[in-house]
């Protein structure tokens, strides 16, 4: 038996929210294993055990960039310490460089990107610098550069905190602007089934056999129930499967194929996503459990 420890308690309570004796209880049923644990926790107490996944505290901007000609946008997710410094003019301005310079150059990953010459320097040499200057730790995180198949469509909500790309074809400019937006609402993992992973797929499946199982029903009544919780699970995190921003009668892959469209491509930034890490009295609820408990 693995020691559960203060420290996987807390953490399984950063990912999931749920109260601090359930993570303590999931972990022990999981041997120490954080993400059996927190399986365990959404079988049982649903939605609330997902939301800390979605909550964003990190701080920084999204930076993109489209070329002139339309062909290649790209877009970088520049993070830092504080919002103050998320606002601060020369931060802004180096994330849209640096996704300027991801389009340009189109680097295979960050190391390539921080070698590249900028300003008669390269691009982490001015990181460093401006780190200096404003004080704070400053890092890139992540880019994604698009090559249009069709037409490229941006947006970005928030002052900088959510950033969209996406490669429309055919269709028209408001589709695209509309299909951008909705992107940034509804936050798509992939465009459809194909694209999701498949541990996501095999996670919200293990979920959804130990709540079918627990129904108490026959075991092909059991099939069916997972099945549909998996379809459903997909029609929500695809792009196609999802209704529309802007008509909830009617779903995106019925509406591209009203319009004769498709989307080829799109990429998704929310700053510090997956990233954060919620501040919270541990040793006060600790003392307060054990209160409960004895009482």
């Not at 954080?34 to 800390?52: D, P």
């Amino acid at each position: 038996m693995a020691e559960i420890t203060a420290q996987l308690v807390k953490e399984l309570r950063e990912r999931t929210d749920a109260p601090m004796m359930e993570c303590k209880k999931a972990l022990t049923e999981a041997n120490g294993d954080l993400e059996k644990a927190e399986e365990i926790l959404r079988v049982r107490l649903g939605n609330r055990a997902a939301k800390a996944s979605v909550r964003v505290t990190a701080e920084g901007v999204v930076g993109i960039y489209l070329s002139e000609d339309g062909k290649v946008a790209a877009m970088v997710e520049l993070n830092c310490e504080t919002d103050f410094v998320a606002k601060n003019e020369e931060f802004q301005i180096f994330a849209r460089r640096l996704a300027e310079l991801v389009a340009r150059e189109n680097p295979a990953e960050m190391t390539a990107l921080s070698a590249l010459p900028l300003d008669g320097s390269t691009v982490e040499e001015v990181r460093r610098a401006l780190i200096g200057r404003i004080g704070e730790n400053i890092t890139i995180r992540r880019f994604s550069r698009i090559e249009a198949e069709g037409r490229l469509f941006h947006y970005v909500h928030g002052g900088g905190k959510i950033g969209v790309l996406l490669d429309l074809v055919g269709g028209d400019e408001m589709l695209g602007r509309d299909l951008a937006m909705h992107v940034a609402a509804f936050k798509p993992k992939a465009i459809d089934a194909a694209g999701v992973p498949q541990e996501l797929i095999d996670s919200e499946r293990r979920v959804a056999v130990e709540k079918a199982q627990q129904s108490g029903k026959p075991a092909h009544i059991v099939e069916k129930m997972v099945e549909g919780a998996v379809q459903k699970f997909l029609r929500e995190v695809t792009l196609l499967g999802q209704t529309f921003v802007k008509d909830e009668k009617v779903s995106v892959e019925e509406l591209l194929k009203r319009r004769g469209a498709r989307v080829a491509a799109f990429s998704l930034f929310v700053v510090g996503e997956g990233i954060e890490r919620r501040e919270s009295n541990f040793a006060a609820e600790v003392a307060a459990a054990a209160a409960a408990a004895k009482g």
